[in-house]
T-cell receptor, first 116, second 113 residues
Framework: DVKVTQSSRYLVKRTGEKVFLECVQDMDHENMFWYRQDPGLGLRLIYFSYDVKMKEKGDIPEGYSVSREKKERFSLILESASTNQTSMYLC???????????????FGPGTRLLVL | GNSVTQMEGPVTLSEEAFLTINCTYTATGYPSLFWYVQYPGEGLQLLLKATKADDKGSNKGFEATYRKETTSFHLEKGSVQVSDSAVYFCALSRYSGTYKYIFGTGTRLKVLA
């Protein structure tokens, strides 16, 4: 079974703090993604990575950065947390098989972040 | 641009009722279509998918048919159970270096015993 784990289920931070959200997958997937989930907006893509040290902006990258130093780990960084970044953050991964990226994504349980 | 529209919830049904959750999309090209389910306190799980027009995805009694002529991918189940209570997301995939999803806003389903 594919397993995607996220470092925290719940996190409370103060405005201006630097926040790290960690995601680890154990299936050797090439592609990893960070989404945020907000009521009435569904899931929106923040950043994704298709290889170690490679990253691309998604639809809402402002205020976020990412790091992928190892294949299994993809970190989301909030350089200076703000209250409008209070949200549920979901990590996902997908494989590349025979050189072809597969469409199905596998999600972690999510981190609910509250910024006060 | 690409987008997914799904019916607003919550949808409240009695056990054994018939379920339909509507999903329509706009897209350039021919995307694959997905339904994901999120049970309380968990991440999203793939429920079913369809990769081309007229394909039917099915899993756990749920079905959805990729209808190109109506740009729809409605989710149906003949007899819901309390354990089906969850949030359901419709999504399409688009390729830009890798496959990325565009999600609908989600529909919460509550099934009462």
């Amino acid at each position: 079974d594919v397993k995607v784990t996220q470092s925290s289920r719940y996190l409370v931070k103060r405005t201006g703090e630097k926040v790290f959200l960690e995601c680890v997958q154990d299936m050797d997937h090439e592609n990893m993604f960070w989404y945020r989930q907000d009521p009435g907006l569904g899931l929106r893509l923040i950043y994704f990575s298709y290889d170690v040290k490679m990253k691309e902006k998604g639809d809402i990258p402002e205020g976020y950065s990412v790091s992928r130093e190892k294949k299994e780990r993809f970190s989301l960084i909030l350089e200076s947390a703000s209250t409008n970044q209070t949200s549920m953050y979901l990590c996902a991964s997908s494989p590349r098989t025979s050189g072809r990226t597969q469409e199905t994504q596998y999600f972690g349980p999510g981190t609910r972040l509250l910024v006060l | 641009g690409n987008s997914v529209t799904q019916m607003e919830g919550p949808v409240t049904l009695s056990e054994e009722a018939f379920l339909t959750i509507n999903c329509t999309y706009t897209a350039t090209g021919y995307p694959s279509l997905f339904w994901y389910v999120q049970y309380p306190g968990e991440g999203l799980q793939l429920l079913l998918k369809a990769t081309k027009a007229d394909d039917k995805g099915s899993n756990k009694g749920f079905e959805a048919t990729y209808r190109k002529e109506t740009t729809s991918f409605h989710l149906e189940k003949g007899s819901v159970q309390v354990s089906d209570s969850a949030v359901y997301f419709c999504a399409l995939s688009r390729y830009s270096g890798t496959y990325k999803y565009i999600f609908g806003t989600g529909t919460r389903l509550k099934v009462l015993a």
